[in-house]
């Protein structure tokens, strides 16, 4: 199973930007689609974005029109640039594949804080 290693996380405005890393262990192109995924306390893990093999993506409502997702194939890392950051982005990141598998395995996240 592929493993998923998040990082690029901080504090950070109201406003602001911050671009996470998601760096895999195998080749990202045996991975059709990967997906960022959030956890903010005391809620359930959501769905974030999504950048298929091909680079087509998809984003949720809460985020269309300020985040955006890249893959960087040679790399084997996938990317989500976060803009006009709310506090309602507080949350820890995590990327996996997309969809979910059975039973996923998730890495540690990086945590995102936005406050002022």
């Known amino acids: 199973q592929v493993q998923f290693v998040e990082s690029g996380g901080g504090l950070v405005q109201p406003g602001g930007s911050l671009r996470l890393s998601c760096a895999t262990s195998?080749?990202?192109?045996?991975?059709?689609?990967v997906g960022w995924y959030r956890q903010a306390p005391g809620k359930q893990r959501e769905w974030v974005a999504v950048?298929?093999?091909?680079?087509?993506?998809n984003f949720a409502d809460s985020v269309k029109g300020r985040f955006t997702i890249s893959r960087d194939n040679y790399a084997d890392a996938v990317y989500l640039q976060m803009n006009r950051l709310l506090p309602e982005d507080t949350a820890a990141y995590y990327c996996?594949?997309?969809?979910?598998?059975?039973?996923?395995?998730w890495g540690q996240g990086t945590q995102v804080t936005v406050s002022s």
């Open positions: 195998g080749n990202i192109n045996d991975i059709i689609a």
């Open positions: 950048i298929s093999r091909g680079g087509s993506t």
């Open positions: 996996n594949e997309y969809p979910l598998p059975a039973l996923p395995s």
